[in-house]
């Protein structure tokens, strides 16, 4: 399903060379972002407990917690998250890759991975 229109490439392109970066709306269910969303939680969550705290409600809380008591672990565990299949699937959907291709003309997408890459999918 194709979430764009291609009169819309140039209009793309053009806040691509504006800012380095285009925010492309609407390619992902609110499903597969909040399975995501759980799982990297679970990262962090893991974590907490094996350092026996108290883990928060929300990702976010999670998240600076780890940081705030061991920020080695943090960088660890984000470093690692490329590996949750949740994030996997996300980062291989399809509409991206189509989107991709379509609108900045790449034949191969290559999606980053290992200690130095850490992603967060948050609320827009």
Known sequence: MQY????????????????GFYL????????QINLTK???KKYYDNQLVHLKKKV???IDHSMKLLHKIDI?????????????M??????????????VKENFGFDD???????????YVGES
């Open 4 to 19: 764009w229109r291609k009169s819309d490439v140039n209009e793309i392109m053009k806040k691509y060379d504006l800012n």
């Open 24 to 31: 492309a709306k609407g390619l992902i269910s609110k499903g």
């Open 38 to 40: 759980e799982s990297i």
């Open 56 to 58: 928060p409600n929300n």
């Open 72 to 84: 080695e672990r943090y960088k660890k565990t984000g470093g690692a998250l490329w590996r949750s």
């Open 86 to 99: 949740e994030l996997y699937n996300l980062l291989h959907c399809q509409n991206i890759q189509n989107f």
């Open 109 to 119: 997408v290559i999606i980053p991975g290992g200690a130095g890459c850490t992603y």
